[in-house]
């Protein structure tokens, strides 16, 4: 339904990852990360442990945006 111009797709990739497993696949550390209306799914200690994970593949200074229904604890 949706198609990327030539240009920007050949700088996106495209990767699934559980992201309660200890295995994420990134080299590279982010500068934003986009994890909206997931950790809802999770519990307090789960979500932790996420967001640490999530903080371990940002830069410093980074940003991480999240959904507006997340219920961090
Ligand atoms: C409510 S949707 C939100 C989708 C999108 N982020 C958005 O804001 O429109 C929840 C998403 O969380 C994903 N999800 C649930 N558990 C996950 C996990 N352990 N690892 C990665 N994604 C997960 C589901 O596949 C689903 O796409």
């Keep these: 339904m949706v198609r990327v111009k030539t240009e920007l797709r ?3 990739e495209f990767i699934s990852v559980n992201l309660i497993k200890d295995d994420w696949p990134f080299r590279e550390p982010f500068d934003v990360v986009f994890c909206r209306n997931v950790m809802i799914y999770f519990d307090a200690p789960t979500q932790r442990k996420v967001l640490e994970r999530i903080h371990r593949v ?3 200074g980074g940003l991480l945006f999240v959904g507006h229904a997340e219920n961090f604890q």
């Design 58 to 60: 940002m830069k410093p």
């Design 10 to 12: 050949e700088a996106v």
